[in-house]
């Protein structure tokens, strides 16, 4: 699971081939939870108030690049590292 981005202690995450809507992973201590690229909206899991507020934050600003990435993946490609939240 190729790691794109790491911030405040938060690692977003994408998987090769994986189906569904395009969507990024994110993990913060023993919290995970799974992003929708779109809408921003969680698909699966949790993760804490102030972590969860970062993830929405930084995917807002890099959703184009994470599409990118979504479709590198699906074609078995590396993922292009993105800029962290500063």
């Not at 023993?30 to 809408?39: L, N, P, Q, S, Y």
């Not at 970062?54 to 690049?65: G, I, K, S």
Request: proline share 7%.
């Amino acid at each position: 699971m190729p790691t794109v981005s790491v911030f405040f202690g938060i690692v977003i995450t994408m998987y090769w081939r994986e189906h569904g809507r395009p969507h990024f992973h994110a993990k913060y201590g023993e919290h995970g939870a799974t992003f929708d690229i779109e809408t921003l909206a969680i698909l699966t899991g949790e993760l804490p108030g102030r972590a969860r507020l970062m993830v929405l934050e930084w995917a807002f600003e890099h959703r184009a690049e994470l599409m990118e990435n979504w479709r590198l993946c699906q074609e078995w490609a590396s993922p292009k590292p993105i800029a962290p939240l500063e």
